[in-house]
T-cell receptor, first 115, second 117 residues
Framework: DTGVSQDPRHKITKRGQNVTFRCDPISEHNRLYWYRQTLGQGPEFLTYFQNEAQLEKSRLLSDRFSAERPKGSFSTLEIQRTEQGDSAMYLC?????????????FGQGTRLTVV | AQKVTQAQTEISVVEKEDVTLDCVYETRDTTYYLFWYKQPPSGELVFLIRRNSFDEQNEISGRYSWNFQKSTSSFNFTITASQVVDSAVYFCALSLYSGGGADGLTFGKGTHLIIQP
């Protein structure tokens, strides 16, 4: 499968715990994005990487949220001290710039439930 | 800042009817990209179309067609002869970059399309 892969697909955690999600983009895509989608809403942009550089992170929801892409390939999104309001679908997307200039391809998401 | 409005929260039609999903956008930039994505119950967003602001040609792809009108800031999506498999949530989105870029994609709230057999 050459699409965007996210793991896990579902995560249930207790309030106050830390969680980490992984995203593997399409292999030749150097741009990677994280979005959050709550029930009945469209996805909301969180952060953006070009290769290993995080070029936009001001839209991360709070300082409890952080993302990394250490080698410019896969990325992780961590939420510390989870709250019930963090319950949502977390989506990852990737794209390729330049002449091909592709649109963003999305993964199936990680659904987080905080109890 | 960009904004996308999808005023239709839910549409229900009987199979084989034509249906149009509305999208109105706001941006101060002259160069931008508009998108439609489909989200089936599995959750993955499936890309349908990308249109840049300099190309106002309407596009048809099988049963799908898109009407882009800069004069009214609208990018509407029509499904002809709808099928049950078209049932999904459809999102319209806007970006200053073709893939999302530094500002990502700005999505509308989506229209839940229900096609009844």
């Amino acid at each position: 499968d050459t699409g965007v892969s996210q793991d896990p697909r579902h995560k249930i955690t207790k309030r106050g715990q830390n969680v980490t999600f992984r995203c593997d983009p399409i292999s030749e895509h150097n741009r990677l994005y994280w979005y959050r989608q709550t029930l009945g809403q469209g996805p909301e942009f969180l952060t953006y990487f070009q290769n290993e550089a995080q070029l936009e992170k001001s839209r991360l929801l709070s300082d409890r949220f952080s993302a990394e892409r250490p080698k410019g390939s896969f990325s992780t999104l961590e939420i510390q001290r989870t709250e019930q309001g963090d319950s949502a679908m977390y989506l990852c997307a990737s794209s390729f710039p330049g002449l091909l200039n592709t649109e963003a391809f999305f993964g199936q998401g990680t659904r987080l439930t905080v109890v | 800042a960009q904004k996308v409005t999808q005023a239709q929260t839910e549409i229900s039609v009987v199979e084989k009817e034509d249906v149009t999903l509305d999208c109105v956008y706001e941006t101060r930039d002259t160069t931008y990209y508009l998108f439609w994505y489909k989200q089936p119950p599995s959750g993955e967003l499936v890309f349908l179309i990308r249109r840049n602001s300099f190309d106002e040609q309407n596009e048809i792809s099988g049963r799908y067609s898109w009407n882009f009108q800069k004069s009214t800031s609208s990018f509407n999506f029509t499904i002809t002869a709808s099928q049950v498999v078209d049932s999904a949530v459809y999102f319209c989105a806007l970006s200053l970059y073709s893939g999302g870029g530094a500002d990502g994609l700005t999505f509308g709230k989506g229209t839940h399309l229900i096609i009844q057999p």
